[in-house]
């Protein structure tokens, strides 16, 4: 995994995180991924599993935005970012690192999500 095909992955998640968007964030994915949101919650495994995980996530999100720039170490790509919940009268804000795993084409086979409740804040 190259650092630009890694950078390109992650602004795709941003884009399909901010847009309501769930087959952007599929896209993304093998077609066997993991997914475990938050570190020590249940595995979400395969494209249908994840279409319903997305598509709750989704649902109070109105805002994503890259806090820092996309750290790769092989095909493991690390990202910090915030998410605004709820609209901009009232906004939640979660704080949360994103650890990516690609196989050899490209796809992401493993994503783990770093965050808790200490994690969210008004504004």
């Known amino acids: 995994m190259d650092y630009s095909n890694a950078v ?6 941003m884009v399909g995180l901010e847009g309501d968007d769930v087959q952007v964030i599929l896209d993304l994915y093998a077609e066997d991924a993991q997914v475990e949101d938050p570190i020590g919650s249940d595995l979400v495994v395969g494209h249908e599993a994840l279409a319903t995980f997305y598509n709750f996530a989704l649902g109070s999100i109105t805002k994503a935005s890259l806090t820092g720039p996309v750290r790769l170490a092989a095909n493991e790509a ?16 979660m704080d949360i690192i994103d650890v990516f795993k690609f196989n050899e084409e490209g796809k992401v086979i493993s994503m783990r999500a770093f965050w808790g409740p200490e994690n969210m804040r008004k504004a």
């Open 78 to 93: 690390a990202f910090s970012f915030t998410l605004q919940l709820g609209d901009d009268s009232d906004p939640t804000y």
């Open 8 to 13: 390109a992955a992650v602004e795709q998640y």
